[in-house]
């Protein structure tokens, strides 16, 4: 245990050789700590980063310590600092990164949202298209083209928003963000671009069971299957 205290010691105060420090504590340890959790997991991956961030911290001044002890030829020692510097940086702004997803709710959906308005326009299916997507408050509008369709009938109107709300109702992704109070909006236009109608859904138009769905999902997420 003596002999252990006594080598922590000499590492935190750059006593330990820099190829030491730099190949075994910065890139096995480094490597080792990653590989040993699931990435798969949103949660999990903020841990890894928090304990990443952490370690990226200590073996920065372990390292510029033992570099500035370094007494070989010193172009090693600079280049040590310097990717030990670019290792904090991205470790730094991955851990802001994660931290956003995780926690700031609204950040995550408008990326999500960015990231599918540059695959605009999308075609749906024989009559439909979507194209575009955006969000005001806890307001998330999807407006879609429609050609060949009739829906100038209130029948054919409430048929079609009782589809839209039973596929909404029976979607993972779209009944996590309903239980997070957010409203979906299907807004569709005509071949001329008139709105034709609005399908506004909120949790309450869907049945108690959306939350089931979320017990299934993550039990196939356990067993593998998502």
């Known amino acids: 245990m ?25 890139v096995f340890i480094s490597v080792l700590i990653e590989y040993f959790f699931n990435y798969n997991n949103n949660s999990v991956n903020f841990v890894i980063q928090s304990i990443l961030l952490l370690y990226s911290i200590s073996i920065f001044f372990i390292i510029f310590k033992s570099a500035n002890k370094y007494e070989g030829n010193k172009i090693w020692s600079f280049l040590a600092k310097t990717i030990i510097s670019i290792n904090l940086f991205i470790s730094t702004s991955y851990f802001i990164e994660v931290y956003k997803f995780n926690f700031l709710e609204d950040y995550y959906i408008e990326k999500e949202i960015k990231s599918l308005k540059g695959n605009l326009p999308i075609q749906v299916d024989m009559n439909s298209i979507l194209v575009d997507i ?16 009739d829906l100038s009938l209130a029948k054919n109107q409430n048929i079609l928003k009782r589809k839209i709300q039973e596929s909404i109702c029976e979607d ?24 034709v109608i609005d399908i ?15 017990i299934l ?3 196939l997420k356990q067993q593998g299957m998502l």
């Open 2 to 26: 003596e002999r252990i205290k006594k080598y922590l010691k000499n590492l935190f105060n750059g006593n330990i050789s820099l190829a030491i420090v730099f190949w075994f504590w910065f």
């Open 172 to 195: 993972y992704n779209t009944t996590d963000l309903l239980k997070k109070d957010y409203v979906l909006i299907y807004e569709y236009t005509n071949e001329k671009e008139e709105k």
């Open 200 to 214: 506004k859904t909120t949790k309450e138009n869907c049945p108690k069971s959306i939350y089931d769905l979320e």
């Open 217 to 219: 999902a993550e039990i």
């Open 134 to 149: 955006y969000k005001e408050n806890k307001n998330i509008f999807y407006k879609y083209s429609l050609n060949n369709v």
